[in-house]
């Protein structure tokens, strides 16, 4: 059974840091860029950031550059995403997604991947 499953969330102040894990199972995550996506209350789901099966990342919002890090440990068959100086504005649902083939770049569109985790909550605030 193909399975995702965040962890890592909570709640931080402004100027935090938290560590986001994705683990992976049914499936040799080495083969798969895996995306982190994330939704915010009252808007749409958007791409935070993907890394590719060589480890290349990419940084899909210009908020979070600098702040967060995608990277991948295949060997535990999960993927992190390191968010530093976390501000009110990233409190959102992160989930993480596989991307639909084998050795597939990344993308942005939700439609190019086919299993989601179920998510975890972020909430940044004093």
């Known amino acids: 059974q193909l399975q995702l499953v965040e962890s890592g969330g909570g709640f931080v102040q402004p100027g935090g840091s938290l560590r986001l894990s994705c683990a992976a199972s049914?499936?040799?995550?080495?083969?798969?860029?895996i995306g982190w996506f994330r939704q915010a209350p009252g808007k749409e789901r958007e791409g935070v950031s993907c890394?590719?099966?060589?480890?290349?990342?990419?940084d899909y919002l210009d908020s979070v550059k600098g702040r967060f890090t995608i990277s991948r440990d295949n060997a535990k068959n999960t993927v992190y995403l390191r968010m530093n100086s976390l501000a009110p504005e990233d409190t959102a649902v992160y989930y993480c997604a596989r991307i639909q083939f084998r050795y597939n770049r990344c993308a942005t569109r939700e439609n190019a991947y086919d299993t989601w985790g179920q998510g975890t909550q972020v909430t940044v605030s004093s």
């Open positions: 890394i590719s099966t060589n480890g290349g990342a990419e």
């Open positions: 049914g499936f040799t995550l080495r083969y798969y860029a």
